[in-house]
Protein backbone atom coordinates (compact mmCIF):
# COMPACT_ATOMS: atom_id res chain seq x y z
CA UNK A 1 0.00 0.00 0.00
CA UNK A 2 1.64 3.28 -1.17
CA UNK A 3 2.06 5.65 1.85
CA UNK A 4 2.65 9.35 0.98
CA UNK A 5 4.81 11.46 4.04
CA UNK A 6 5.65 15.46 4.14
CA UNK A 7 8.41 17.09 6.02
CA UNK A 8 8.12 19.12 7.80
CA UNK A 9 4.80 19.38 9.32
CA UNK A 10 4.92 22.97 9.16
CA UNK A 11 7.37 25.69 8.25
CA UNK A 12 7.96 29.58 8.78
CA UNK A 13 9.81 31.57 7.63
CA UNK A 14 10.87 35.65 6.56
CA UNK A 15 9.62 36.45 3.06
CA UNK A 16 11.86 36.62 0.60
CA UNK A 17 13.59 32.97 1.65
CA UNK A 18 14.26 30.23 -0.53
CA UNK A 19 12.48 27.14 0.88
CA UNK A 20 12.55 23.38 0.04
CA UNK A 21 9.30 21.39 0.79
CA UNK A 22 10.33 17.42 0.90
CA UNK A 23 7.73 14.27 -0.15
CA UNK A 24 8.46 10.81 -0.20
CA UNK A 25 6.59 7.86 -1.33
CA UNK A 26 6.95 4.34 -0.07
CA UNK A 27 6.28 2.36 -3.85
CA UNK A 28 8.40 3.71 -6.43
CA UNK A 29 6.31 2.08 -9.09
CA UNK A 30 4.36 5.93 -9.74
CA UNK A 31 2.42 7.26 -12.95
CA UNK A 32 3.33 10.65 -11.95
CA UNK A 33 3.11 13.17 -9.01
CA UNK A 34 1.22 16.26 -8.03
CA UNK A 35 1.77 18.86 -5.79
CA UNK A 36 -1.03 21.12 -4.98
CA UNK A 37 -1.85 24.33 -3.11
CA UNK A 38 -4.81 24.54 -0.73
CA UNK A 39 -5.69 27.62 1.28
CA UNK A 40 -7.20 27.76 4.11
CA UNK A 41 -10.66 25.33 4.41
CA UNK A 42 -10.87 25.49 0.64
CA UNK A 43 -10.22 23.08 -2.49
CA UNK A 44 -6.78 22.19 -3.93
CA UNK A 45 -4.97 24.29 -7.05
CA UNK A 46 -2.51 22.33 -8.89
CA UNK A 47 0.86 23.46 -8.76
CA UNK A 48 3.37 21.30 -10.66
CA UNK A 49 2.91 17.81 -12.11
CA UNK A 50 5.83 15.69 -12.97
CA UNK A 51 5.50 12.53 -15.22
CA UNK A 52 7.23 9.02 -13.89
CA UNK A 53 9.92 9.55 -16.89
CA UNK A 54 10.29 13.22 -15.76
CA UNK A 55 13.23 14.14 -13.20
CA UNK A 56 11.56 18.24 -12.38
CA UNK A 57 9.18 20.58 -13.37
CA UNK A 58 9.18 24.23 -13.04
CA UNK A 59 6.28 26.98 -13.51
CA UNK A 60 7.16 30.73 -12.19
CA UNK A 61 9.35 30.62 -9.00
CA UNK A 62 8.45 27.07 -8.10
CA UNK A 63 10.47 23.93 -9.10
CA UNK A 64 9.10 20.24 -8.30
CA UNK A 65 12.11 17.35 -8.66
CA UNK A 66 11.29 13.32 -8.64
CA UNK A 67 13.90 10.70 -7.66
CA UNK A 68 11.62 8.06 -8.38
CA UNK A 69 14.09 5.54 -7.63
CA UNK A 70 14.34 6.75 -4.26
CA UNK A 71 10.76 7.56 -3.84
CA UNK A 72 11.20 11.31 -3.07
CA UNK A 73 10.64 14.56 -4.22
CA UNK A 74 10.68 18.00 -3.27
CA UNK A 75 9.03 21.61 -4.31
CA UNK A 76 11.48 24.35 -4.28
CA UNK A 77 10.03 27.57 -3.47
CA UNK A 78 12.09 30.93 -4.90
CA UNK A 79 11.81 34.28 -2.91
CA UNK A 80 8.59 33.19 -1.12
CA UNK A 81 5.95 35.72 -0.48
CA UNK A 82 3.41 36.18 2.30
CA UNK A 83 1.12 34.96 -0.35
CA UNK A 84 2.70 31.55 -0.49
CA UNK A 85 1.22 30.70 2.82
CA UNK A 86 -0.77 27.80 2.72
CA UNK A 87 -0.61 24.13 3.29
CA UNK A 88 1.07 22.34 -0.01
CA UNK A 89 0.53 18.81 -0.70
CA UNK A 90 2.32 16.17 -2.39
CA UNK A 91 0.02 13.34 -4.23
CA UNK A 92 1.15 10.38 -6.41
CA UNK A 93 -1.36 8.31 -8.95
CA UNK A 94 -0.22 4.38 -9.19
CA UNK A 95 1.84 3.11 -12.21
CA UNK A 96 -0.48 2.27 -15.32
CA UNK A 97 -2.60 5.76 -14.50
CA UNK A 98 -5.48 3.40 -15.33
CA UNK A 99 -7.48 4.37 -12.28
CA UNK A 100 -6.12 8.29 -11.63
CA UNK A 101 -6.41 7.26 -7.90
CA UNK A 102 -4.31 10.09 -6.40
CA UNK A 103 -2.51 9.12 -2.32
CA UNK A 104 -1.91 12.03 -0.79
CA UNK A 105 0.52 13.39 1.94
CA UNK A 106 -0.89 15.15 5.03
CA UNK A 107 0.98 18.15 3.72
CA UNK A 108 3.17 21.08 5.19
CA UNK A 109 1.77 24.09 6.19
CA UNK A 110 3.89 26.92 4.73
CA UNK A 111 3.69 30.63 6.71
CA UNK A 112 5.78 33.76 4.76
CA UNK A 113 5.90 36.29 7.07
CA UNK A 114 6.14 39.83 6.14
CA UNK B 1 -7.88 22.24 -17.21
CA UNK B 2 -11.05 21.88 -15.94
CA UNK B 3 -14.15 24.64 -14.04
CA UNK B 4 -15.66 22.74 -11.29
CA UNK B 5 -18.00 24.19 -9.31
CA UNK B 6 -19.41 22.52 -5.97
CA UNK B 7 -22.61 23.39 -4.05
CA UNK B 8 -22.62 24.11 -1.37
CA UNK B 9 -19.63 25.66 -0.35
CA UNK B 10 -20.33 24.87 3.62
CA UNK B 11 -23.46 23.96 5.35
CA UNK B 12 -23.80 23.28 9.22
CA UNK B 13 -26.19 19.76 10.06
CA UNK B 14 -27.72 18.14 12.78
CA UNK B 15 -26.86 14.74 13.53
CA UNK B 16 -28.99 12.07 11.79
CA UNK B 17 -29.60 14.15 8.79
CA UNK B 18 -28.51 13.49 5.29
CA UNK B 19 -26.88 16.17 2.99
CA UNK B 20 -26.70 16.25 -0.91
CA UNK B 21 -23.32 17.87 -2.53
CA UNK B 22 -23.40 18.52 -5.98
CA UNK B 23 -20.66 18.84 -8.66
CA UNK B 24 -20.60 20.56 -11.99
CA UNK B 25 -17.83 20.72 -14.12
CA UNK B 26 -17.41 23.08 -17.18
CA UNK B 27 -17.09 20.47 -19.68
CA UNK B 28 -17.30 16.47 -20.33
CA UNK B 29 -14.97 14.23 -18.46
CA UNK B 30 -14.69 10.43 -18.20
CA UNK B 31 -13.44 10.29 -15.14
CA UNK B 32 -15.16 11.95 -11.79
CA UNK B 33 -14.00 11.35 -8.17
CA UNK B 34 -14.74 12.04 -4.36
CA UNK B 35 -12.38 12.83 -1.58
CA UNK B 36 -12.60 13.41 1.65
CA UNK B 37 -10.30 15.34 4.42
CA UNK B 38 -11.21 14.87 7.86
CA UNK B 39 -9.95 17.93 10.17
CA UNK B 40 -5.96 17.16 9.71
CA UNK B 41 -6.09 14.71 7.94
CA UNK B 42 -4.78 13.97 4.33
CA UNK B 43 -7.17 13.45 1.62
CA UNK B 44 -8.92 9.83 1.16
CA UNK B 45 -10.38 8.57 -1.81
CA UNK B 46 -14.44 7.87 -1.31
CA UNK B 47 -15.27 6.70 -4.50
CA UNK B 48 -14.93 6.76 -8.49
CA UNK B 49 -18.35 8.20 -9.74
CA UNK B 50 -18.79 6.07 -12.73
CA UNK B 51 -21.01 7.51 -15.75
CA UNK B 52 -24.07 5.43 -16.15
CA UNK B 53 -23.23 2.42 -13.53
CA UNK B 54 -22.68 2.43 -10.05
CA UNK B 55 -20.03 4.00 -7.88
CA UNK B 56 -17.02 1.96 -7.52
CA UNK B 57 -16.13 2.58 -3.64
CA UNK B 58 -13.17 2.64 -1.48
CA UNK B 59 -12.19 -0.26 1.16
CA UNK B 60 -13.72 1.39 4.03
CA UNK B 61 -16.83 3.22 2.33
CA UNK B 62 -20.11 2.06 1.36
CA UNK B 63 -22.81 2.62 -0.77
CA UNK B 64 -25.71 2.90 1.85
CA UNK B 65 -23.41 5.96 3.89
CA UNK B 66 -22.34 7.93 0.71
CA UNK B 67 -24.56 7.20 -2.24
CA UNK B 68 -23.63 8.93 -5.42
CA UNK B 69 -25.04 9.90 -8.41
CA UNK B 70 -23.60 10.52 -11.94
CA UNK B 71 -26.25 10.91 -14.54
CA UNK B 72 -24.39 12.30 -17.20
CA UNK B 73 -20.27 13.64 -18.26
CA UNK B 74 -20.46 17.16 -16.44
CA UNK B 75 -22.41 16.24 -13.08
CA UNK B 76 -22.09 14.28 -10.11
CA UNK B 77 -23.90 14.31 -6.27
CA UNK B 78 -22.58 13.16 -3.43
CA UNK B 79 -25.07 12.23 -0.44
CA UNK B 80 -23.32 11.91 3.17
CA UNK B 81 -26.17 10.08 4.87
CA UNK B 82 -27.25 9.62 8.83
CA UNK B 83 -24.43 11.68 9.49
CA UNK B 84 -22.04 11.86 12.60
CA UNK B 85 -19.67 14.25 14.22
CA UNK B 86 -17.40 12.30 12.85
CA UNK B 87 -18.57 13.04 8.88
CA UNK B 88 -17.39 16.82 9.68
CA UNK B 89 -14.97 16.89 6.75
CA UNK B 90 -14.38 18.71 3.27
CA UNK B 91 -15.79 16.99 0.99
CA UNK B 92 -13.92 17.32 -2.52
CA UNK B 93 -14.89 16.66 -6.21
CA UNK B 94 -12.25 16.01 -8.41
CA UNK B 95 -12.18 15.09 -12.47
CA UNK B 96 -9.65 14.16 -14.76
CA UNK B 97 -10.44 15.52 -17.96
CA UNK B 98 -11.42 13.37 -21.17
CA UNK B 99 -8.70 12.52 -23.32
CA UNK B 100 -6.46 13.89 -20.87
CA UNK B 101 -2.39 12.50 -21.50
CA UNK B 102 -0.71 12.78 -18.48
CA UNK B 103 -3.23 11.60 -15.52
CA UNK B 104 -3.71 15.22 -14.05
CA UNK B 105 -6.41 15.78 -12.11
CA UNK B 106 -8.40 18.93 -10.92
CA UNK B 107 -10.13 19.90 -7.91
CA UNK B 108 -13.52 21.57 -7.17
CA UNK B 109 -13.25 24.31 -4.35
CA UNK B 110 -14.98 21.59 -1.60
CA UNK B 111 -17.76 21.75 0.65
CA UNK B 112 -17.20 22.13 4.24
CA UNK B 113 -19.20 20.18 6.44
CA UNK B 114 -20.09 20.82 10.40
CA UNK B 115 -22.67 17.96 12.17
CA UNK B 116 -23.25 19.07 15.79
Known amino acids: KQEVTQIPAALSVPEGENLVLNCSFT??????LQWFRQDPGKGLTSLLLIQSSQREQTSGRLNASLDKSSGRSTLYIAASQPGDSATYLCAVMGSGGSNYKLTFGKGTLLTVNP | SAVISQKPSRDICQRGTSLTIQCQVDSQVTMMFWYRQQPGQSLTLIAT?????????ESGFVIDKFPISRPNLTFSTLTVSNMSPEDSSIYLC?????????????FGEGSRLTVL
Open chain 2, 94 to 106: SVHPTGGQTGELF
Open chain 2, 49 to 57: ANQGSEATY
Open chain 1, 27 to 32: DSAIYN
